[in-house]
């Protein structure tokens, strides 16, 4: 007989006294609370509903779907830690979801499992319930997204690679309407680089607001946070479709680099980095499977899948407000915990290799120990993402890279798709590697 999995049951409901009772592996959520109603019960999605409102026109019910859905799984992911897991990783995680329209949703379920499964590497299952909550109606008065004006959305994290999104639509003519997680520290830096572009668009910013009265350790890797991010973007885009008399899917834009997007795995003991798949090709194509299964309006697109992060420097449409905003962007995944980025991350040292590609001055202030990257190398402690980024660049010449980047996620069957993808992957690593070889590293 197989050995019995600790399973966690998660109950959903957005009226307070419908939730059950706690027990024992089993969360009751009040969705779209402002606080857990009791001990031993948690809440999410207060301030988003309120910002949903804000929008100042009726949105999509089947996208208000999605977003409760999306509630729902970062709330497991939060408030189940990962180390309380039998293998101290992948969770046994069931959510009984209400929302508006169960019966349209449920032949998806299967895909939508699936998609967490390969983002997360958890196990979901997931049963959606009718009476769900339905959206508030629109706020006509105060603080509104204005929404007119606007042909597409695109994600702004306040990131280089979404910076440069948004100068690179605005060069194009383009009008997009950005979509935020406002969490703190974050937010101020996307309000700051919005400011800096050259045409007034919208945002949407929300914050999902898990607060948790379990009095456990909850999970703050949030494997899962794309899936939200991008039910945001999908949330927005389709009430953008309703505004519409007619035409094509709404865009929506997700702006990462080629090999950032397909994060390979620096060394073995990697391979189970699976927050390295929140932009992966795969998933995004997962994920507009969903959409296209329930009939969202929606078109996903990675608009720098093929090219690496100094390409995108040294090919953006606006060089001149590039200039001025691209040093205040955040690269650093260690940015949450002290808003200062630490420049020894991977994604901070692809940060800085692409200012070297692009021949561009990098005045982005580092955190102390990580400015110098030579002196890195001697603190066993800090070294291990550059120790990992300097064995996979010497590697690269020796390994068969068709074989090692779809380590991290499938590939297209279709033979030009997979070779380009391949390609970023090689041009990506060795632009690392050109770089750390002028420090003396390589």
């Not at 309380?84 to 169960?102: C, Q």
């Not at 703050?220 to 479709?241: C, D, E, P």
């Amino acid at each position: 007989m197989g050995e019995l999995r600790t399973v966690t049951n998660l109950i959903f409901h957005h009226e307070p006294h419908l939730l059950p009772p706690p027990s024992k592996n089993v969360i009751p959520v009040l969705m779209y609370g402002t606080r857990p109603p009791a001990r031993g019960t948690c809440s999410i999605g207060g301030p988003v509903r309120a910002e949903v409102r804000r929008l100042g026109a009726p949105v999509s019910r089947v996208g208000f779907d999605l977003l409760t859905i999306a509630m729902a799984i970062t709330a497991a992911d939060t408030f189940v830690d990962k180390a309380e897991a039998d293998d101290g990783w992948a969770r046994d995680l069931r959510l009984s979801i209400p929302i508006a329209d169960p019966d349209l949703w449920k032949p998806a379920i299967p895909l939508l499992q699936r998609t967490l499964h390969f983002l997360s590497g958890d196990t979901w299952d997931i049963t959606l319930l009718p009476d769900g909550p339905r959206q508030l109606p629109s706020q006509k008065r105060g603080h509104i997204t204005v929404m007119a004006g606007h042909d597409c959305v695109s994600l702004f994290s306040g990131g280089m690679d979404s910076g440069i999104g948004a100068l690179d639509l605005l060069a194009s003519g383009r009008r997009p309407l950005l979509i935020s997680h406002s969490y703190r520290g974050d937010s101020e830096k996307q309000i700051a680089i919005r400011g800096q572009l050259p045409i007034n668009v919208s945002r949407f910013a929300a914050v999902a607001n898990p607060i948790s009265w379990l009095g456990t350790q909850t999970d703050v890797q949030m494997r899962t946070r794309s899936f939200n991010f991008l039910a945001y973007g999908t949330l927005v885009a389709s009430t953008l479709a309703q505004l519409r008399v007619a035409g094509p899917p709404v865009e929506l834009f997700v702006p990462e680099n080629g090999l950032i997007a397909l994060n390979p795995p620096m060394t073995r003991r990697r391979i189970g980095a699976l927050s390295t798949r929140t932009t992966h090709p795969y998933y995004l194509g997962l994920f507009q499977q969903i959409l296209d299964m329930v009939g969202l309006p929606v078109k996903i697109a990675n608009p720098y899948s093929l090219k690496t992060k100094g390409e995108m420097l040294l090919e953006c449409l606006d060089q001149a407000t590039l200039g001025k905003l691209v040093s205040d962007t955040v690269s650093c995944g260690k940015w949450k915990r002290t808003h200062v980025q630490c420049g020894k991350c991977v994604p901070c040292i692809i940060r800085r290799a692409s200012f070297h590609a692009a021949r561009m001055v990098d005045a982005t202030t580092y955190g102390s120990k990580g400015q110098d990257l030579a002196s890195v190398m001697s603190d066993r402690a800090a070294r291990d993402d550059l120790m990992a980024m300097i064995l996979a660049a010497k590697r690269l010449p020796h390994v068969d890279v068709r074989r090692w980047v779809p380590q991290a996620g499938p590939l297209p069957t279709e033979r030009k798709e997979r070779d380009a993808l391949i390609s970023i992957a090689d041009r990506g690593m060795k632009e690392v590697g050109a770089y750390l070889a002028t420090l003396g590293l390589l």
